[in-house]
């Protein structure tokens, strides 16, 4: 048996037969299991991300600090933004094999809604601001001038740790129910 299969086909409501994909049962564990590595990899970025912020902003050397803040440029761009769309493309693809949907129930629609919200902040708004942190850390480094100031680096983590929670708590709990069909 393959691991995918084309349902039956139904009469739309105005226009022609529509048919739905689903996905078969091996498959669907393959996505739920990669879904569910992703992020809770990407939870894991963003707590380390945390800590090396949170180590940045404690006090001790400075080169305990510069420490911190270069670390934060070897995974915070990335492999930070290639978890975020692996996690996002296997959400796409297990709400549109099951029975689920993308937007059928208001659980799966917000998790979609913060996926692609957190991805993009992570692609234009993070790897940028980590690597000119980094770069003005290096170059602080090297000059011997005070290191960059941190103040827009705390709420990266904070606001991507709980955005995730909140998207793997919807997961379990599926609170809500389904969308109203003249809304999708």
């Keep these: 048996m393959s691991d995918t299969m084309t349902g039956p086909a139904r009469p739309g409501r105005h226009g022609p037969a529509v048919v739905r994909w689903r996905i078969g049962p091996r498959l669907r564990r393959v996505l739920l299991l990669l879904h569910i590595a992703s992020a809770g990899a990407w939870l894991?970025?963003?707590i380390v991300l945390g800590l090396?912020?949170?180590?940045?902003?404690?006090?001790?050397?400075?080169?305990?600090a510069a420490a911190a803040l270069t670390s934060t440029g070897y995974f915070a761009t990335w492999p930070l933004a290639t978890i975020g769309l692996v996690c996002l493309a296997t959400g796409v693809l297990l709400g549109l094999g099951t029975k689920y949907g993308l937007v059928r129930y208001w659980w799966v629609a917000v998790k979609?809604?913060?996926?692609?919200?957190?991805?993009?902040?992570?692609?234009?708004?993070?790897?940028?601001?980590?690597?000119e942190?980094?770069?003005?850390?290096?170059?602080?480094?090297?000059d011997g001038?005070?290191?960059?100031?941190?103040?827009?680096?705390?709420?990266?983590?904070i606001v991507s740790t709980t955005a995730v929670l909140v998207a793997m708590t919807l997961s379990v709990f599926k609170p809500g129910g389904q969308v109203r069909r003249g809304a999708r």
Excluded: Y
Aim: hydrophobic fraction near 55%.
């Design 52 to 64: 090396l912020v949170l180590a940045a902003f404690g006090p001790g050397d400075d080169l305990g």
């Design 44 to 46: 894991g970025f963003d």
């Design 112 to 131: 979609l809604v913060l996926n692609v919200v957190l991805v993009t902040l992570v692609i234009a708004l993070l790897s940028p601001g980590v690597r």
């Design 133 to 142: 942190l980094t770069e003005g850390t290096r170059a602080s480094l090297a």
């Design 145 to 157: 001038r005070p290191l960059p100031e941190l103040t827009d680096m705390a709420f990266p983590p």
